[in-house]
């Protein structure tokens, strides 16, 4: 068992938890560039888990939630902090969280009604994941000097706010359509229980 979870792409993975904290306190100490190379190799360490994960049969369920832990610990403390240091409009925050939040609550809610829980990921929310971390990516190379955002700050703010918002819709759409496919089974098999 032991073999199984400490593998080397959950090692990456839990390195990846790690410099969570790291980029959090580098962007509040207003060190762009350390924050911009660690984001950036905690970013493409994802990739190179899931392909080590695969490419060595070492696919476990744990390495799958970690994953996603991973990955939503680094999108919201970068995206907060760089909010917090004004250099990411609240309204783009907001329409992230929000989509964030939806997703959870909407799995949380189909999970109490139908007793398990499948999520699929759609092309709109992989979209949106590498949206939001290209978004995370540019604002910090910006600050660091290592590339001129000017004029193209406000294009990206607002793609990825669309992106975030239709990718949400999505999911309430989702959820929704699961939550009456499950109701109607319960209350066709309740129907089959009278007869």
């Given at each position: 068992?032991?073999?199984?979870?400490?593998?080397?792409?959950?090692?990456?993975?839990?390195?990846?938890?790690?410099?969570?904290?790291?980029?959090?306190?580098?962007?509040?100490?207003?060190?762009?560039?350390?924050?911009?190379?660690?984001?950036?190799?905690?970013?493409?360490?994802?990739?190179?888990?899931?392909?080590?994960?695969?490419?060595?049969?070492?696919?476990?369920?744990?390495?799958?939630?970690?994953?996603?832990?991973?990955?939503?610990?680094?999108?919201?403390v970068t995206l907060v902090m760089l909010t917090q240091a004004g250099a990411i409009p609240l309204w783009v925050t907001l329409a992230i969280l929000l989509r964030d939040s939806v997703i959870v609550l909407g799995a949380l809610?189909?999970?109490?009604?139908?007793?398990?829980?499948?999520?699929?990921?759609?092309?709109?929310?992989?979209?949106?994941?590498?949206?939001?971390?290209?978004?995370?990516?540019?604002?910090?190379?910006?600050?660091?000097?290592?590339?001129?955002?000017?004029?193209?700050?406000?294009?990206?703010?607002?793609?990825?706010?669309?992106?975030?918002?239709?990718?949400?819709?999505?999911?309430?759409?989702?959820?929704?359509?699961?939550?009456?496919?499950?109701?109607?089974?319960?209350?066709?098999?309740?129907?089959?229980?009278?007869?």
């Open positions: 068992m032991s073999e199984r979870v400490f593998n080397l792409p959950n090692i990456i993975t839990l390195l990846r938890i790690a410099a969570v904290p790291v980029v959090g306190w580098l962007i509040l100490q207003q060190r762009w560039e350390a924050a911009c190379w660690l984001f950036l190799a905690a970013a493409v360490s994802d990739g190179i888990d899931g392909l080590l994960a695969r490419w060595l049969n070492q696919m476990t369920q744990l390495g799958a939630a970690l994953d996603t832990v991973a990955d939503k610990a680094l999108g919201v809610s189909y999970r109490g009604l139908a007793g398990h829980l499948e999520i699929h990921p759609t092309w709109l929310g992989k979209t949106h994941m590498f949206a939001e971390f290209s978004l995370l990516a540019l604002v910090l190379g910006g600050l660091a000097g290592l590339l001129a955002l000017d004029d193209w700050r406000l294009p990206l703010f607002v793609t990825v706010f669309v992106i975030a918002v239709a990718s949400g819709m999505q999911y309430v759409w989702i959820w929704g359509a699961k939550a009456r496919r499950e109701r109607g089974a319960a209350r066709l098999s309740h129907t089959d229980g009278l007869h």
